[in-house]
């Protein structure tokens, strides 16, 4: 799997947009970018998940550059609650052995009053 | 429906017992995932299986390490003869297909003794 790169904490006050960065230079054709957060003691949650354009939910939004290389999460109006580990993960879609995640070790995102 | 369920949520043994940690999957999610994740760390894969076969068992650590899922619902991770190194939290997911999302519970926090 292709190797993701993330700053290893971010701050962001409640309000305000939280932009999280990724870079994935070797990252393949057949290649998603995933991200995933953890809140403190709780599993991993799937937040949103892109091929090259850019995606929006109800959570976030991820913005892929047109040379896929790296990519950005935005929480549009960061609360209190999304204080957790952000992880950016590649992977193809669909295709058995490679179905796993590769967790590295993400970006701590604390929000703050 | 319920999401995934993991039981027990917290399980202290002594080295050299054996244990074992179950994961309920979200109903009708044919693909299922054991990860382990120690302390500041990101979840680490360790098999997944689609339906009742083991696809990828390529991150279990030893033999000591197995994992079954008979009927394609529920699964059971076992550990033999338990050591200190195997203290951790152990995460299931389900998706309902291959590589689609992963739906994570809420981990079973093994301490070994």
């Known amino acids: 799997d292709a190797k993701t790169t993330q700053p290893t904490s971010m701050d962001c006050a409640e309000g305000r947009a939280a932009n999280l960065p990724c870079n994935h230079s070797t990252i393949s054709g057949n290649e998603y970018v995933y991200w995933y957060r953890q809140i403190h003691s709780q599993g991993p949650q799937y937040i949103i998940h892109?091929?090259?354009n850019n995606e929006t939910n109800e959570m976030a939004s991820l913005i892929i550059t047109e040379d896929r290389k790296s990519s950005t999460l935005i929480l549009p109006h960061a609360t209190l609650r999304d204080t957790a580990v952000y992880y950016c993960i590649v992977s193809p879609r669909n295709t058995g052995t490679a179905s796993k995640l590769t967790f590295g070790t993400g970006t701590r995102l604390q929000v703050t009053l | 429906g319920a999401g995934v369920s993991q039981t027990p949520s917290n399980k202290v043994t002594e080295k050299g017992k054996y244990v074992e940690l179950r994961c309920d999957p979200i109903?009708?999610?044919?693909?299922l995932y054991w990860y382990r994740q120690s302390l500041g760390q990101g979840p680490e894969f360790l098999i997944y299986?689609?339906?009742?076969?083991?696809?990828?068992d390529s991150g279990l650590p030893n033999d000591r390490f197995f994992a079954v899922r008979p009927e394609g619902s529920v699964s059971t991770l076992k550990i033999q003869r338990t050591e200190r190194g195997d203290s951790a939290m152990y995460l299931c997911?389900?998706?309902?297909?291959?590589?689609?999302?992963?739906?994570f519970g809420p981990g079973t926090r093994l301490t070994v003794l």
């Open positions: 299986f689609q339906g009742t076969g083991a696809a990828d």
């Open positions: 892109g091929l090259k």
């Open positions: 109903s009708g999610h044919t693909a």
């Open positions: 997911a389900s998706s309902q297909d291959r590589g689609g999302e992963q739906f």
